[in-house]
């Protein structure tokens, strides 16, 4: 199953439209790396659940990080060497990074308490609520609070100063913290660079070698992603992009440029 040196850790959900379907062409640029064989490992802030659609959709059979780093999904029987301190999640053999539920949801609830500052957790809202509140249908909705490991939230009335004193608490407890938009995620431990450093040794350990990680990322997103890969491309809003030959920094690249997947694809395999 595994054969290539190169393996991509790919930021997905810029490719990802609220009803989970594809932008930019994304799934043709996951086709091509299929017919590579060059494992794409997705990255996401949705859960396990929310990405069961996309993934089926694009035929992605590779593990895959959710929750914005809470942990490692992975495939039945992807890997020979089974890796350790595992839990059985729906289908998948996850590598948790992050405590499970209930940890987050005991957290926010102390945190709230403790700052004086009323939160509303997605999952205290039924699925007519959080239908209005997130605009999605009520399946959809309903997939959107179910977390194995990060609890999401919104504030309810807070000032920006409330907000200020909250990230403050949580960076003392050190608790993670994710904002996106009106809405915010909570999760006892979690890091990107710790699931994509673990995935990476998996592949390592199956080929007996160093595979080389390529990271594929929005500028919001690429700090963590970069610094544990061994190179990538930045996808950025503006026209213009950097030369991916550029050696001195990270190769950047229009995320509406027509030839964006030719170019993103050059690079991948540059370096096979």
């Known amino acids: 199953m595994l054969k290539s040196k190169i393996a991509v850790c790919c930021s997905v959900?810029?490719?990802?439209?609220?009803?989970?379907?594809f932008l930019y062409g994304f799934d043709r640029f996951q086709a091509e790396l299929d017919q590579l064989a060059i494992p794409c490992v997705w990255l996401s802030s949705h859960s396990r659940l929310q990405l069961d659609e996309p993934r089926r959709r694009a035929g992605h059979a590779e593990p895959f990080i959710a929750e914005d780093g809470c942990a490692i999904y992975l495939p039945e029987d992807y890997f020979h060497l089974k890796p350790t301190k595992t839990m059985r999640?729906?289908?998948f053999t996850s590598i948790p990074i992050a405590k499970p539920q209930p940890a987050a949801a005991n957290a926010l609830?102390?945190?709230?308490?403790?700052?004086?500052?009323?939160?509303?957790?997605l999952r205290s809202l039924s699925p007519r609520e959080l239908a209005q509140n997130i605009g999605l249908p009520n399946h959809e909705a309903e997939l959107a609070r179910q977390r194995d490991f990060d609890e999401p939230f919104f504030f309810a009335g807070a000032s920006d100063e409330d907000i200020s004193r909250f990230k403050s608490l949580v960076a003392l407890k050190n608790l993670s913290l994710r904002e996106h938009g009106v809405f915010y995620s909570l999760a006892v431990?979690?890091?990107?660079?710790?699931?994509?450093r673990e995935v990476g040794s998996l592949y390592d350990r199956s080929l007996r070698g160093h595979v080389n990680r390529?990271?594929?990322?929005?500028?919001?997103?690429?700090?963590?992603?970069?610094?544990?890969c061994d190179r990538g491309i930045r996808l950025s809003e503006s026209t213009k992009g950097s030369d991916p030959s550029e050696p001195s920094r990270p190769s950047e690249i229009s995320i509406t440029s027509l030839d964006l997947w030719d170019?993103?694809?050059?690079f991948v395999?540059?370096?096979s």
């Open 189 to 196: 431990d979690r890091g990107v660079r710790r699931c994509i």
């Open 214 to 228: 390529v990271a594929i990322a929005p500028s919001a997103d690429s700090r963590a992603i970069f610094s544990a």
């Open 269 to 271: 395999t540059s370096h």
């Open 89 to 91: 999640l729906g289908r």
């Open 109 to 121: 609830e102390s945190l709230s308490e403790e700052a004086g500052i009323p939160v509303v957790p």
């Open 13 to 21: 959900d810029c490719f990802l439209s609220p009803r989970g379907r």
């Open 263 to 266: 170019r993103v694809l050059a």
